[in-house]
Each structure stands twice: as structure tokens, then as C-alpha cells.
């Protein structure tokens, strides 16, 4: 953890390590019955080809590369629950709330075990007009966002108040180009110009490049749903269509507004819903897991 607390600090690597974690275990679905781990989920399985070749990974190589050295130092500790920890990690150094973690995840074994491609969410529709495909586990296609999201989300076994929760992440980190396929090369708030600054107020390192949620996106706060919602906010900020549902489908609209209120409201549903996040799919050894002082 302490070597996972350096990383975070020389690096502000922060945000592809959530989006390495998120992206393993976000390919659970919950109607899978076989044997674990059909069902995928936080099983590591994302650092086996071809998994991490599939399209919404692109650009997660590097992010395997920054955890490796700990690895190796730490044999013992699960690539699953490595990916987790350093997610974890991430929010709580960034000023978001202590997430309620348990470890002894075991890891997908071989490149067999991977999840077939398809399972993650898009963030703008295909030139066919839709979100999503009929790829994956199950189909994800919708021509609305908000429909895409609960059909992503509604697999893991995630409601509106947890999907739009996941949602506030987006406060920390940037959309590239050469990998989602999304976003502005550079903007005023990315490329280098402007400081980024740590939740502790000291000055981070950061390459170049990319387009933000927010202007400091190494800050984990509900700033997010202050932007989705203001129309005036700056036009240089990322405002992805599966963003803005959050905001004009009526279900997940009561959510988003508490959010953008009550940022200790969005901290204690943001925890919970992260917690569930990261073991969905998970075998623990110990079955009752192992929690951390």
C-alpha cells in the first residue's frame, strides 16, 4: 500500500489505475452461472491477451507497467486485488472517502478465463447511431445513453443511484484520443500550462495532453456534477453524452442533484457503490476476505 501511496505521488497516475481496476472487474455479469470465473469480474484477467487488446483497454498496458515493480516486490498480493487496492488508493489520496476494502482475491489463471469483448460502457454512440453492441455477454445496444448505462451497469447488478454515483468518477482524469477514441488532443487545463494541484494543495506532475471532467482532475470532489450541470461551464471540459444522462433522464436526475448538493451524500453512495464494484465477480481466499488496518 505504501509503495502503491509513492506511485501515486511521483507519477499522478492515479487516474488510469482506477480505470485499469474498473475495467477489470467491470466486465461481471451477473446471469453467468458456470463455475467461477465465467462470470468475469475482479479477477485480474485483464492483463492476459486478449483482453487487455480489446478496444475500451487501449492504453491500460501502461498502467499493468506501473504496478509490475510492486508485484514483484510483493509476490504474494493478487494482480486482482493489486488492480483494487491502487483504485482504492487512488480516491481516498485524491480526497475522496476511505473505501471499505477486503483483499484475498484470487486471480484468473490463463488467458482462457478472459471475458469476451463487449461488456464496457461507450461514452458517445458508433456510427450507427447507437451506444454500444451486441458483442460481450450480453447486448449493451441502445440508441439512448441512459439505456446503454443501465444495460452496462445493470449486469454488474448496479441501480440508477449507484450507476450515476460511478458516474462522479469522472471528476478525476482525462478522455484521450489514442485510446477511447474520444475528447480534445489538449486543452487549456491539460496541456501543461495550468498546475494541477493534489488534494493536499501541493503541485502534481503530470504529462500533457487529453481532455478533463473537471479543471483539477486529480481531485477526487462532486465537482463533476456541478459541470454536467451547468451550461455555462467551460467549453473546453468534457461533456460525453452518457455525462449528461446523468442529468436529462428523469430516474437518474434526483441522484445527480443530491450529488451536486451534497457532496457527503455523493462520498457515502460513491463508497458503497465502489466497494461493490470492485469485488464484483471475486473469489476470496479467505472465503470472508482480508481487511486492512
Known amino acids: 500500500q505504501s509503495m502503491i501511496d509513492d506511485l501515486l505521488a511521483e507519477k499522478a497516475c492515479g487516474p488510469i489505475l482506477v480505470r485499469l481496476a474498473w475495467h477489470d472487474s467491470g466486465t461481471f455479469d451477473k446471469n453467468v452461472k458456470a463455475d467461477w470465473p465465467a462470470a468475469g469480474g475482479a479477477i485480474a484477467s485483464i492483463r492476459f491477451e486478449p483482453e487487455i487488446l480489446h478496444g475500451a483497454n487501449a492504453g491500460l498496458s501502461n498502467a499493468l507497467a506501473l504496478l509490475e515493480p510492486i508485484k514483484e516486490k510483493y509476490p504474494g498480493i493478487s494482480y486482482a486485488d493489486l488492480f483494487q487496492m491502487a483504485s482504492a488508493r487512488t480516491i481516498e489520496k485524491a480526497g475522496g472517502p476511505k473505501i471499505d476494502m477486503k483483499y484475498g482475491r484470487v486471480d484468473a489463471s490463463s488467458p482462457d478465463e478472459c471475458s469476451p469483448e463487449g461488456n464496457l460502457p461507450d461514452g458517445e454512440p458508433g456510427d450507427n447511431g447507437k451506444y454500444g453492441g ?11 445513453p441512459q439505456g446503454h448505462l443501465r444495460k452496462v451497469f445493470g449486469r454488474m447488478g448496479f441501480n440508477d443511484e449507484e450507476i450515476v454515483a460511478l458516474s462522479g468518477a469522472h471528476s478525476l482524469g482525462r478522455a484521450y484520443k489514442d485510446r477511447s477514441g474520444l475528447g480534445k488532443e489538449k486543452t487549456k487545463f491539460t496541456d501543461g500550462s495550468m498546475k494541477q494541484k493534489f488534494a493536499d494543495g501541493s503541485d502534481a506532475p503530470y504529462k500533457p495532453g487529453g481532455q478533463s471532467w473537471t479543471e483539477q482532475f486529480l481531485v477526487f470532489d462532486n465537482t463533476y456534477f456541478k459541470v454536467m450541470s451547468d451550461e455555462n461551464a467551460d467549453e473546453e471540459l468534457l461533456k460525453l453524452s452518457t455525462d449528461l444522462s446523468v442529468f436529462n433522464d428523469e ?29 464484483l465477480g471475486s473469489k476470496f481466499e479467505p472465503e470472508e476476505g482480508v481487511t486492512l488496518d
Open 134 to 144: 451486441p458483442g460481450g455477454t450480453a447486448s449493451t445496444e441502445d440508441t439512448e
Open 251 to 279: 430516474k437518474f436526475r434526483p441522484f445527480a442533484e443530491k450529488f451536486r448538493d451534497d457532496q457527503d451524500a455523493f462520498f457515502e453512495s460513491y463508497a458503497k457503490a465502489h466497494k461493490k464494484l470492485s469485488e
